[in-house]
C-alpha cells in the first residue's frame, strides 16, 4: 500500500484474530499480560505502529489514517482480512480511523482507555509544542511528563511496572514522538464515526483514569449502538497493566461475545 510502512509485530495463538493497538508513547509490550492470558484462545497480532517500538520510524506527520493503513497492510501480508481490533488511547485513536477505511474488516473493536473527540485548541498547540521540543531535548522530557499521569493517583512510581514503563516511554525515537503528536493534533472527531457504526464494541475504563475523563468514556460507550462499558476501580490510564486480569476478562468476554469461541 502506497506510504505504508512494514510493521514489526508479535504473533501468538491460533483462532480469531485480535489485533492489539498500543498507545502514545508505548509498544506491543504494554499488553504482555493478556498476550500471557489470551495465546492459548485467539490469534493475537500485537503491531509496534510506526515510529514506536522496533517499528521503522519515517520523518512526517503520523496520520492516524496512514497508521491504521499500517495495519491493514500487516493483516494483508498475514491473509488476515478480518479482525477484532483492541486499540488503547492513541491506538483507539488508529482504530477509529481503520472502522472510517474499511469496516468490513472490523469484528469487533475494544476501546480501551481512549475517546473520540477531537482535540481543543489549547491540547493541540501543546502537542506541537512537544513535537518541536522533543526533537532537541529528547524521549526522557516526554516520559517524565507522562509517568506522573499514566497510573491512577497513589501507584508506586518506583514499582517494577512503573520502571518499565518509564524505561520504555524513554527508548521511543524523539522522531517517532514528534511524528505520533503531529498526527494526533491533526486527527478529526470521531463521535459520529462510532455513533453510526454496526460493529459490536466494549469500552474499558479505568475510573483513576488522569488522561482520558471516564464520563467520556461513558459517553463513548452510550453513543455506540453495539456498545458496552466495562469500568475498572484501581485503574487510571492503563488498565491492561494496573489491573490485568479485570482487563483480560473484559476482553475475553467481548472477544467470545463476537466470534462464537
Ligand atoms: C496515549 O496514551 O496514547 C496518549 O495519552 C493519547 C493522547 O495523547 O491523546
Known amino acids: 500500500m502506497a506510504d505504508s510502512v512494514t510493521l514489526h509485530y508479535v504473533e501468538r495463538g491460533q483462532g480469531t484474530p485480535v489485533v492489539f493497538l498500543h498507545g502514545f508513547p508505548f509498544d506491543h509490550a504494554i499488553w504482555q499480560a493478556q498476550v500471557a492470558a489470551l495465546r492459548d484462545s485467539f490469534r493475537l497480532i500485537l503491531p509496534d505502529l510506526r515510529g514506536h517500538g522496533q517499528s521503522p520510524v519515517p520523518a512526517g506527520v503520523y496520520r492516524m489514517e496512514l497508521m491504521a493503513q499500517d495495519v491493514f497492510a500487516l493483516l494483508d501480508d498475514l491473509n488476515i482480512e478480518r479482525a477484532v481490533w483492541v486499540g488503547h488511547s492513541m491506538g483507539g485513536y488508529v482504530t477509529m480511523a481503520a472502522l472510517r477505511a474499511a469496516p468490513e474488516r472490523i469484528a469487533g473493536i475494544g476501546l480501551v482507555a481512549t475517546h473520540p473527540l477531537r482535540d481543543p485548541d489549547d491540547r493541540r498547540a501543546g502537542r506541537l509544542a512537544t513535537a518541536e521540543n522533543v526533537l532537541t531535548e529528547g524521549s526522557g522530557m516526554v516520559a517524565q511528563n507522562m509517568i506522573r499521569m499514566v497510573f491512577a493517583p497513589g501507584f508506586d512510581l518506583d514499582s517494577p511496572p512503573a520502571r518499565a514503563l518509564f524505561d520504555l516511554m524513554s527508548r521511543t525515537s524523539p522522531l517517532g514522538i514528534a511524528g505520533a503528536q503531529r498526527g494526533m493534533a491533526e486527527r478529526p472527531d470521531s463521535v459520529e464515526t462510532l455513533r453510526h457504526t454496526r460493529v459490536p464494541a466494549v469500552v474499558i475504563a479505568g475510573l483513576g483514569d488522569q ?51
Open 211 to 261: 488522561i482520558v475523563d471516564p464520563d467520556v468514556m461513558r459517553q463513548m460507550a452510550r453513543d455506540i449502538p453495539h456498545g458496552r462499558l466495562v469500568e475498572i476501580v484501581d485503574a487510571g490510564h492503563m488498565p491492561m497493566i494496573e489491573q490485568p486480569d479485570a482487563t483480560t476478562a473484559a476482553l475475553r468476554e467481548f472477544i467470545e461475545s463476537i466470534s462464537g469461541d
